[in-house]
């Protein structure tokens, strides 16, 4: 297996200019470059960039695939977007054995922003979605909803980065679990794709789930409600940032205001209690140990239903014996390989279904019959000697 990496970055918040693409263009003669991406396969050369210092500079987003099991998604946020104690929750570590650029979740800040990194790497080289060279191309499509979903305050993003720490071995059994998000159970495309990137255990995420309270729905009555609310002062700050084409700043704004709105609405509760990862990881296996019953069972079902299907079908051909023997003789008749190739599996076919019904001995003799008429054809019978047919 020859080695392929795939890198592709991309602007969202602010085009690259012309100076900005002719910058990038000096990294690579191959590359495709536009006003919002950078796009480049290597099979025997290497990436001459720097990612990081790359996403500080020019893009909001980078996907990286190689094909000895390694993948990266990095997102840039604002900081004043993140929930950044929930952050600092998802990222913190006991585990002293791993490094930052070694997490399967990390972050950094430079000025305002963070640099947001999901990791997966596969040392065993088993995973099969690795070993051809399309792995790269379409995870950023379905990835990149995940910074407006975070820049919208959702933080199941980060939760599942969390996990993607647990799933590969990077914290004790005694650390605890950051504060759950609502809806894991109900994922949003983006963050499906988010799992299967990072390759999450299915049941280790449904355990994680299992504590996680469902979305509340936001009724059109509430956003009139919380516009009723606002001061002049305040829509026409919004506004303003609109005009000065902050469209993303003003976004961001209007909904921080309209959550805290929204957590002042709610009666006071207490957060529901967070777990350590030995608990998670028992719940794990009572759901797989569920799971894989279940699988057991399905496959046991599904298997009965072909088989009382297939009995209905050898019924049925027992049943038409008289006139698969006469298609049998067109066959030979013949007298070309096709032909022959036909009758064997007619004979087969036939075989089976008298055995089925118990009426071997009527075929035996009805094949015996059919050989008296065609048992020198020698590359009949030197197909037919290679089944059990004969012997019987």
């Not at 791993?98 to 080289?125: E, I, K």
């Not at 979903?149 to 980060?158: F, M, T």
């Not at 496959?299 to 079908?313: G, L, P, S, T």
């Not at 059919?370 to 197909?383: D, E």
């Amino acid at each position: 297996m020859s080695e392929y990496q795939y890198y592709e970055f991309v602007a969202v918040d602010q085009p690259l200019t012309s100076k900005q693409q002719a910058e990038l263009r000096k990294h690579s003669s191959r590359a495709t470059i536009t006003a919002s991406s950078f796009i480049n396969e290597y099979h025997w050369g290497s990436f001459k960039g720097d990612a990081t210092a790359w996403m500080q500079q020019y893009f909001d987003a980078h996907v990286y695939s190689a094909s000895w099991g390694s993948c990266c998604l990095l997102l840039r946020a604002p900081a004043n977007a993140l929930d950044l104690s929930m952050l600092d929750a998802c990222q913190s570590c006991d585990n002293r054995e791993w490094q930052d650029d070694q997490d399967a979740f990390n972050r950094s800040r430079y000025g305002d922003n963070y640099l947001l990194a999901w990791h997966f790497s596969d040392d065993t080289g088993e995973n099969e979605r690795f070993w051809s060279e399309d792995d790269g191309p379409d995870w950023m499509l379905r990835l990149l909803p995940l910074r407006a979903e975070l820049l919208r305050g959702d933080a199941r993003p980060l939760y599942l980065g969390w996990l993607a720490r647990l799933c590969a071995g990077q914290l004790d059994d005694e650390h605890v679990e950051p504060p759950v998000p609502a809806g894991l159970t109900e994922l949003t495309p983006a963050q499906q794709a988010l799992a299967e990137f990072l390759v999450l255990d299915v049941d280790l995420l449904a355990a994680a789930a299992s504590a996680s309270s469902e979305l509340e729905p936001v009724s059109t009555a509430d956003h009139d409600r919380w516009l009723a609310a606002q001061s002049a002062h305040a829509l026409q700050a919004s506004v303003r940032l609109l005009l000065e084409g902050r469209a993303p700043e003003a976004e961001r704004s209007v909904r921080q205001r309209f959550r805290a709105w929204q957590a002042a609405q709610r009666p006071e509760q207490a957060p529901a209690p967070r777990r350590q990862v030995a608990e998670i990881q028992h719940i794990a296996q009572q759901i797989r140990q569920q799971r894989q019953q279940a699988e057991r069972q399905a496959a046991a079902e599904a298997q009965a239903r072909q088989q009382a299907a297939r009995a209905i079908q050898l019924k049925a051909l027992a049943a038409d014996a008289a006139r698969v023997w006469k298609d049998i003789d067109t066959q030979l008749n013949r007298g070309v390989a096709s032909g022959y190739d036909q009758a064997l599996q007619l004979t087969l076919a036939l075989a089976e279904a008298m055995q089925h019904v118990e009426r071997h001995a009527e075929f035996q003799h009805a094949l015996n019959q059919l050989l008296t008429v065609h048992g020198k054809r020698r590359a009949w019978m030197a197909r037919l000697e290679k089944t059990k047919l004969l012997a019987r």
